[in-house]
């Protein structure tokens, strides 16, 4: 007997990475990064020198820091209308009307927007490092291989977070806002209200440190750093506490599977919504 389900998911899913990539955003999207590596090459990042790093390793950790910044927005905005923007336009009632499971077209939509999310600023991450390559610059193919997993799991995160806010929200304007409002939250939770706590209640640190490790950009913001910076020195005192409570290995660990586990469990929980309520 064959798999309708993988079947039905499978075409589902190609016909969702088809639809992105004739779109002009997907491709503004693509040139975006490709055009901030080729910045850094034609400006010489390669060249400078940071904490005894250079070269391609320079890069990286630049390239990390600005995907920081743009992915998590990109990821939010891009994804959080995909189900009820569907729901909305009479989308989604026609097409759960033809022999299409809830399950099918929901993971389709996830796994196609990792795709078309993921794909772009992996290749130019890869591009920038064959092109090291070819200018005779060493390559770190372990830093290589650790940043592209970090990047995986933060789109991850996000893309889990965008699918349960979108099957959850009663309209495309709530999910907007309500994304918008969770990145704020995160981003300004780094710095700014963890060091108002520390001056408003005069804490202990531990706490507060061990609060911001909960923040998944906070994680992946001090993984990429433990990996140019083995002694975290950019961060301060705060480096004593992480080092001295986990090793370096450990924490590399924690900084992928805990945005992963956590992406995956909002997406499931997405998913759970999607299938037990109403959707159109």
């Known amino acids: 007997m064959k798999n309708t389900k993988g079947n039905t998911l499978w075409q589902i899913l190609k016909t969702e990475i088809k639809m992105n990539i004739r779109s002009k955003s997907f491709w503004i999207y693509s040139a ?9 090459f034609a ?9 005894g790093f250079v070269g391609l390793s320079r890069l990286m950790i630049t ?14 905005i891009s994804t959080v209308r995909s189900v009820v923007g569907d729901r909305e336009n009479g989308v989604l009632e026609y097409l759960l009307s033809l022999p299409i499971s809830f399950p099918s077209f929901y993971w389709a939509k996830f ?16 591009g920038a490092a064959l092109w090291g390559l ?4 060493d390559v770190p193919w372990d830093l290589f291989i650790l940043y592209s997993a970090l990047l995986a799991v933060m789109v991850f995160f996000f893309l889990g977070l965008s699918m349960y806010l979108s ?20 981003v300004a939770f780094m710095d700014i ?10 804490v202990s640190p531990e706490p507060v440190i061990l609060a911001s490790l909960l923040n998944p950009l906070q994680v ?9 910076d083995p002694k975290l020195t950019v961060m301060g005192p705060v480096s004593y506490y992480i080092l001295d409570t986990v090793s370096r290995s450990t924490f590399i660990a924690y900084a992928i599977l805990y945005p992963l586990l956590t992406g995956g469990f909002f997406a499931w929980l997405g998913h759970r919504y999607f299938k037990r309520h109403d959707v159109v």
Do not use: C, D, H
């Open 32 to 40: 975006l990064f490709g055009m901030f590596v080729a910045v850094m």
């Open 43 to 51: 400006t010489g990042i390669t060249e400078s020198q940071v904490v």
């Open 63 to 76: 390239f990390m820091q600005v995907s920081m910044v743009i992915l998590p927005i990109y990821v939010l």
């Open 111 to 126: 796994l196609g927007r990792f795709f078309v999310i993921y794909v772009p600023v992996f290749l130019a991450f890869l």
């Open 134 to 137: 070819i200018k005779n610059l």
């Open 167 to 186: 099957a959850v929200a009663k309209s495309q304007e709530m999910a907007m806002s309500t994304a918008f409002i969770i990145w704020l939250f995160l």
């Open 193 to 202: 209200l963890l060091i108002g706590m520390l001056l408003k209640w005069r």
């Open 220 to 228: 992946f913001r001090t993984g990429s750093l433990i990996l140019f």
